[in-house]
């Protein structure tokens, strides 16, 4: 076999990963309308994915040098961002630092007459629950209601 | 946000939930991430907290200084007690 399979780094683009990002919320959508509870978590985990990934896409965007370097060539400055990008789950830190998506949201969501920097806090702070702390069972009534919220917010984010 | 604000906002937090708040700086600039531990979440889901939150966030901090709250994490005290097991 040949070597360096796992020094290989991904390579997607901004464009791609939205690209994924709406095929797990379609994938999400599909679990939803299954209408049954035992299928409400994934239902979750999939609509947190997809904030996530669409984060990661700002990201690259945002830092594409960074995001484009292997593992060895990431200095001590840049680590931090180029784990956020491709080893981490961490939605507040790659919030804090794209202080200008959440400037833009506020000043979108004053012409909307919404708080889309809120919502979208508000959706990573249900996952990051969700994820890191509560071993709960979802209800899909529940999980309906996030899927709904992310529907808005991924056209924002994208 | 100050950190004056940010103290106001964990006495509006610990006053509309009775809640134990903990209240952290994120990073290096002057914003906030807030954990809230109250029986009020009990019976609500995790949406309904946050919407909960946000209410006194929004009522109690001017517009430009809640673009410093990070997350604000919500746990019932059973789940508080789970957590971090």
């Known amino acids: ?158 | 946000m100050t950190q004056e604000q940010a103290n106001s906002l964990a006495e509006a937090l610990r006053g509309r939930f009775q809640a134990e708040v903990d209240v952290e700086q994120v990073g290096d600039r002057m914003r906030f991430r807030f954990g809230v531990v109250s029986p009020q979440f009990s019976q609500m889901t995790q949406l309904q907290r946050q919407d909960a939150v946000w209410q006194v966030v929004d009522a109690t901090l001017p517009r430009e200084a809640t673009l410093d709250v990070s997350l604000i994490l919500t746990f019932s005290p059973a789940e508080f007690a789970d957590a971090g097991r």
């Open chain 1, 1 to 158: 076999m040949s070597s360096g399979i796992f020094a290989k780094e991904p390579r997607l683009r901004p464009s791609a990963m939205a690209t994924v990002a709406e095929r797990r919320f379609a994938d999400a959508e599909a679990l939803s309308d299954t209408n049954e509870n035992a299928r409400a978590n994934g239902v979750a985990y999939l609509v947190g994915f997809v904030v996530e990934i669409l984060l990661k896409a700002r990201l690259v965007d945002k830092f594409p040098q960074i995001a484009r370097k292997q593992q060895h060539e990431v200095s001590e400055t840049e680590r931090e961002i180029w784990r956020l990008i491709w080893r981490q789950h961490d939605l507040e830190g790659m919030l804090e630092r794209m202080n200008e998506l959440d400037a833009a949201l506020k000043r979108r969501g004053e012409r909307d007459g919404k708080d889309y920097s809120a919502e979208l806090k508000k959706v990573c702070a249900t996952w990051t629950i969700q994820a890191r702390y509560s071993p709960r069972t979802m209800l899909m009534t529940e999980a309906r209601e996030w899927l709904e919220r992310v529907r808005l917010l991924k056209e924002l984010l994208k």
